[in-house]
């Protein structure tokens, strides 16, 4: 058993497809096998089953699958620091949504990159809160910027602020000049529906069924900017967390923010895999973020 045999099992279990992961490797299907058959012949079982579309890890390769991928990421990010501590400067790795960094970093990132300006930062795009929790997972990611939800094996969660929900309504529709909604006032709004899949929309529609309000909806976004945009061209009602800088409530422009504070707000934030184990500069830009975040929403107050 080899640190390359578990590297590329961990990567079959995720992928559920040993050519998918011969492609990414640029080697041969048969040699990502030749990895699988040595793991089993240690272990003495199977860990793979096959099936039409792919394959699925057996019980005992889930367990192997949990055990080897935390300590793959664990080595990995020991490595970084070594290499870090030998050579200097570093890289701070994070993934999230496709307009965080405009709505939640943006302020951070440019005096992180005025204090260490020998530090690297990469961003990764993902279009939800699951799909960080994969990639802060699977690959060498320092920190992942997320809908706090419900507890995920392996990963430390740690929210930073909470957003309440506004109304995104054109100026000239008749919920434009309340001062406030109750959930009840959404009963009629032809709602532009938050994003698939996304942890926003899960807890949007736990709150609605909470409050016994149904609303109609012909109109989905793949982010919160353009479910903003729609409700400002008179195409539906926007249920969106208010973010960090926005004026709420309303604005001077062709678009009003009415809050709705009945609805439980929306918690976001940082998820590593041990905080413990995040290199200095990680440490550093992940407080910074928090920082700015809280000054600008104590600004809005």
């Keep these: 058993m080899t640190l390359d045999d578990l590297r590329v099992f961990v990567a079959v279990c995720r992928a559920g497809s040993l050519s998918a992961v011969a492609r990414d490797l640029g080697c041969t299907q048969s040699a990502v096998s030749q990895h699988v058959r040595r793991l089993e012949k240690q272990t003495g079982t199977g860990l793979l089953e096959r099936h039409a579309r792919g394959v699925v890890p057996t019980e005992a390769g889930r367990i192997l699958q949990a055990a080897a991928a935390d300590g793959i990421a664990g080595l990995d990010g020991a490595?970084?620091?070594?290499?870090?501590?030998?050579?200097?400067?570093?890289?701070?790795?994070?993934?999230?949504?496709?307009?965080?960094?405009?709505?939640?970093?943006?302020?951070?990132?440019?005096?992180?990159?005025?204090?260490?300006?020998?530090?690297?930062?990469?961003?990764?795009?993902?279009?939800?809160?699951?799909?960080?929790?994969?990639?802060?997972?699977?690959?060498?990611?320092?920190?992942?910027?997320?809908?706090?939800?419900?507890?995920?094996?392996?990963?430390?969660?740690?929210?930073?602020?909470?957003?309440?929900?506004?109304?995104?309504?054109?100026?000239?529709?008749?919920?434009?000049?309340?001062?406030?909604?109750?959930?009840?006032?959404?009963?009629?709004?032809?709602?532009?529906?938050?994003?698939?899949?996304?942890?926003?929309?899960?807890?949007?529609?736990?709150?609605?069924?909470?409050?016994?309000?149904?609303?109609?909806?012909?109109?989905?976004?793949?982010?919160?900017?353009?479910a903003l945009l729609l409700a400002e061209l008179g195409l539906g009602h926007a249920v969106v967390p208010a973010l960090p800088g926005w004026q709420v409530p309303g604005s001077d422009g062709p678009l009003r923010l009415v809050p709705i504070p009945a609805l439980p707000p929306l918690a976001v934030g940082w998820a590593v895999r041990r905080w413990a184990a995040l290199a200095p500069p990680a440490l550093v830009f992940a407080d910074e973020v928090a920082r700015s975040c809280r000054a600008r929403a104590a600004g809005q107050q």
Excluded: K, Y
Excluded at 115 to 126: D, G, I
Excluded at 173 to 202: C, F, K, M, T, V
């Design 79 to 226: 490595l970084r620091r070594v290499d870090e501590l030998v050579h200097g400067g570093g890289t701070v790795r994070v993934t999230t949504g496709a307009t965080t960094v405009r709505h939640f970093m943006s302020e951070a990132v440019v005096t992180f990159r005025r204090n260490h300006p020998e530090v690297s930062l990469e961003f990764q795009t993902e279009n939800s809160s699951r799909n960080c929790f994969d990639a802060l997972a699977a690959d060498d990611l320092d920190l992942a910027w997320i809908t706090i939800g419900s507890p995920v094996r392996g990963i430390e969660q740690r929210p930073v602020m909470r957003l309440p929900w506004v109304l995104a309504v054109g100026a000239d529709d008749p919920l434009a000049a309340r001062a406030r909604l109750d959930p009840a006032d959404l009963a009629g709004i032809r709602h532009i529906r938050l994003p698939e899949n996304s942890a926003s929309r899960a807890h949007l529609d736990a709150a609605f069924a909470e409050a016994g309000i149904r609303v109609s909806s012909d109109t989905s976004v793949a982010d919160w900017d353009t």
